[in-house]
T-cell receptor
Framework: DVKVTQSSRYLVKRTGEKVFLECVQD?????MFWYRQDPGLGLRLIYF???????EKGDIPEGYSVSREKKERFSLILESASTNQTSMYLC??????????????FGAGSRLTVL | GQNIDQPTEMTATEGAIVQINCTYQ??????LFWYQQHAGEAPTFLSY??LDGLEEKGRFSSFLSRSKGYSYLLLKELQMKDSASYLC??????????WGAGTKLIIKP
């Protein structure tokens, strides 16, 4: 069964701390994504990557950065966490074909609380 | 701007039928997706529509009208395990996904 694994399900951090959220997929997918999910809002795309060492800004990249050194791993970095970054973070992956029913496979999410 | 609208919450009875609507206004259209998300879990794919009409998959069906910017997800013979949030997403002209806020479906015995 295909999997996207997010290493931390729950994190509590303090304002100003550096935060790493890790995501690993075992499907050899080219495309990986980081979303945040907040109550009353649709999923919002933070960053995505189409290949190793490539990254593209999504709709809300401010305050975040990413790293993709290996095809299977896509990391989200909060350089200096702030309270408004308290959220559920979802990682997803999909294969290269962008048309048709190109289905996203999601991880279970990382719930981050910034105090 | 781009917008996806879904009801925030719906309640239905076990064994019944429920229809969850989704209306959209996007810059272009390249398909509409429905995902199911149980509380605390990953969203999982339910259906994909790109042409007008009804797509049936077991107890779940999804309908699309591109001219009306409208879709619905129909769930039949509801089971308690169908209690979840249902997310509607549209792929726009740039092949980016625009997501609705989701509809929380509560199933009562």
């Amino acid at each position: 069964d295909v999997k996207v694994t997010q290493s931390s399900r729950y994190l509590v951090k303090r304002t100003g701390e550096k935060v790493f959220l890790e995501c690993v997929q075992d499907m050899d997918h080219e495309n990986m994504f980081w979303y945040r999910q907040d109550p009353g809002l649709g999923l919002r795309l933070i960053y995505f990557s189409y290949d190793v060492k490539m990254k593209e800004k999504g709709d809300i990249p401010e305050g975040y950065s990413v790293s993709r050194e290996k095809k299977e791993r896509f990391s989200l970095i909060l350089e200096s966490a702030s309270t408004n970054q308290t959220s559920m973070y979802l990682c997803a992956s999909t294969d290269q074909e962008v048309s048709g029913a190109n289905v996203l496979t999601f991880g279970a999410g990382s719930r981050l609380t910034v105090l | 701007g781009q917008n996806i609208d879904q009801p925030t919450e719906m309640t239905a009875t076990e064994g019944a039928i429920v229809q969850i609507n989704c209306t959209y206004q996007t810059s272009g259209f390249n398909g509409l997706f429905w995902y199911q998300q149980h509380a605390g879990e990953a969203p999982t794919f339910l259906s994909y529509n790109v042409l007008d009409g009804l797509e049936e998959k077991g107890r779940f069906s999804s309908f699309l009208s591109r001219s009306k910017g409208y879709s619905y997800l129909l769930l039949k013979e509801l089971q308690m395990k169908d209690s979840a949030s249902y997310l509607c997403a549209v792929r726009d002209s740039n092949y980016q996904l625009i997501w609705g806020a989701g509809t929380k479906l509560i199933i009562k015995p």
